[in-house]
């Protein structure tokens, strides 16, 4: 990740992207028909993670994206108590629930490491290299 241009070529942003799109292929599952909400909320934490990704790399400085990279590790740990709880209801399968929360965990290490790399890095970001 350290040196990366862009947040598509990020092993993280590629995972949290491929988590969103199961997260919504599971809100469409016969198990979760009428559960507006709790569809709502799952699919609004998985777009979080990735969208604070994105919106960090966009910044173009080291202490911006620590913080979107914070708030997406904090919609990571969402995301896993709403599996939770929609485990626990029974509106997602224990397969589906696994899966994902694998997913997410691995997620949520990754941004950790970044998080941890960023905050012993002395580079400031894109925008601060010509001062």
Do not use: C
């Amino acid at each position: 990740m350290p040196g990366s241009k862009s947040y598509e070529r990020t092993e993280v942003w590629n995972d949290a992207r491929k988590l969103t799109k199961n997260v919504f292929h599971v809100t469409k599952s016969k198990l979760m028909k009428g559960e507006y909400f709790l569809q709502d909320q799952l699919k609004k934490s998985a777009l979080s993670i990735l969208s604070n990704i994105a919106e960090g790399f966009e910044r173009d400085g080291n202490k911006e994206l620590l913080q979107f990279l914070s708030l997406a590790k904090g919609s990571a740990g969402e995301l896993r108590s709403q599996l939770l709880a929609g485990y626990d209801m029974g509106l997602v399968t224990k397969e589906d629930f696994q899966q994902l929360h694998d997913k997410v965990m691995s997620i949520s290490r990754q941004l950790s490491g970044f998080m941890k790399y960023l905050k012993g890095s002395t580079m400031r970001g894109r925008k601060y290299k010509d001062r």
